[in-house]
């Protein structure tokens, strides 16, 4: 409360003070951290009777150096947006005098980012994210400010979205992320499998990126995807699954909670039957996902091989299909050395699972 009658305060200062007796105080204020929101304050009330002093005001002392960036960053939020402003921010960033994702979180608030049209604005967002778009995360946001008055994304910033969609370090932003791709996706169907098969991909090496297919957080991307390609949706998360066993193991926990299992039964049989190789090692591969939930102790792979062999012998489908396994793999234990070495990061159970599999294949020879 305290705070907003000082901001009013300082507001109504500036709007009275028509002969700018208290821009130099000002002005020192905004050398001190605990100065902004005073300085911001004052130039917002004095915006309102010359707004156009105050923009060239705030250039002069982005030149100087002498007013901390945040400072000026706030009072420009006061001001409404322009490509002035723009320029503005953009000159701050860029010589590295405040942090792109500060910008991106004080002209969000308000109307500033209404006021500007999409070149303007993707110059902006350009310029938050980063060479390496390391900064996606706030650039999401602001796009959920952007189109929620239903401005357009559309053209350049349009393919500017998508690739901010695909960044990295962008898991703790789930919300944003879904509901721009969403929104995307509306007009780029095949756009939006591909990003689907992108992210989903990314989780092979880095869990830090979007996940859409997470059953802890809203969905409606994919569910947009599955209203629109039901085989799609559903074989992608799948055929990448196949890529590593740890992708299986997460794609299975989120997917058993997303996908129909009698409505999408046709589809999964279908996969599962694609072809001769891919149903054996999507067998292998719940085998061993389904004994690390069974056995969670397990604490060597001696001991994991042991329940890994008992088990197959127990199922003599399971131990003919396993002994085909170098048959169907080119490469022969390459193949199932690659395989291993993924489980081998995280517990036992992969070393035991190739043991197990080189022995089948030395009883093959």
């Known amino acids: 409360m305290e705070a907003q009658e000082a ?11 028509s002969e700018r007796r208290w821009l130099a105080q000002i002005e ?28 060239d ?32 921010m953009v000159t701050l960033i860029r010589d590295k005098r405040v942090d792109p994702k500060y910008v ?40 959920f400010i952007w189109f929620h008055p239903e401005k ?24 944003y992320f879904d509901r721009l791709a969403l929104h995307l996706v509306q007009t780029n169907v095949a756009q939006g499998f591909r990003l689907l098969e992108k992210l989903l991909l990314k989780q092979l090496t880095e869990y830090r990126c979007w996940n859409p297919i997470n059953s802890n957080h809203q969905r409606e991307f ?30 299975s926990w989120h997917f058993q909670r997303r996908v129909n299992q009698e409505k999408d039964s046709d589809l999964l049989i279908e996969f599962a039957l694609d072809s001769e190789e891919q149903a054996k090692i999507v067998c292998f591969k719940q085998l061993i996902h389904n004994l690390q939930q069974e056995y969670p102790d397990v604490a060597n792979e001696t001991e994991a091989y042991r ?35 993924h489980f081998t990061e995280q517990n036992p159970w992969g070393k035991g699972a190739i043991a197990f599999l080189e022995g089948v294949m030395d009883e093959l020879e």
């Open 104 to 143: 991106a979180y004080i002209l969000k608030h308000g109307k500033w980012l209404n006021c500007l049209n999409s070149g303007e604005y993707l110059y902006l967002l350009e310029a938050i994210a980063g060479s390496d778009l390391e900064n996606a995360a706030a650039v999401v946001e602001s796009f």
């Open 152 to 175: 357009a994304v559309d053209g350049e910033l349009a393919e500017f979205a998508w690739k901010c969609l695909e960044a990295s370090d962008t898991s703790d932003q789930n919300y």
């Open 28 to 55: 020192q204020l905004g050398i001190r951290q605990d100065g902004i929101n005073v300085f911001s304050a004052y130039f917002g009330g004095l915006s309102q009777i010359d707004r156009q002093f105050v923009s």
């Open 222 to 251: 994919w569910e947009f995807l599955y209203s629109n390609n039901r085989r799609l949706a559903i074989c992608i998360p799948l055929k990448v699954s196949l890529q590593d066993p740890r992708e299986y193991s997460f794609i």
């Open 307 to 341: 329940i890994i062999d008992v088990r197959v012998k127990e199922q003599p489908l399971h131990w003919q299909n396993f002994l085909q396994l170098k048959r169907l793999w080119n490469g022969g234990k390459k193949a199932a050395i690659k395989i291993g070495e």
């Open 57 to 88: 005001y705030l250039d002069q002392l982005t030149q100087s150096g002498q007013v901390k960036a945040e400072a000026i960053v706030c009072a420009t939020q006061q001001l409404g947006g322009d490509i002035t402003g723009v320029n503005r």
């Open 7 to 17: 901001h009013n305060f300082c507001f109504c200062l500036g709007k009275l003070d």
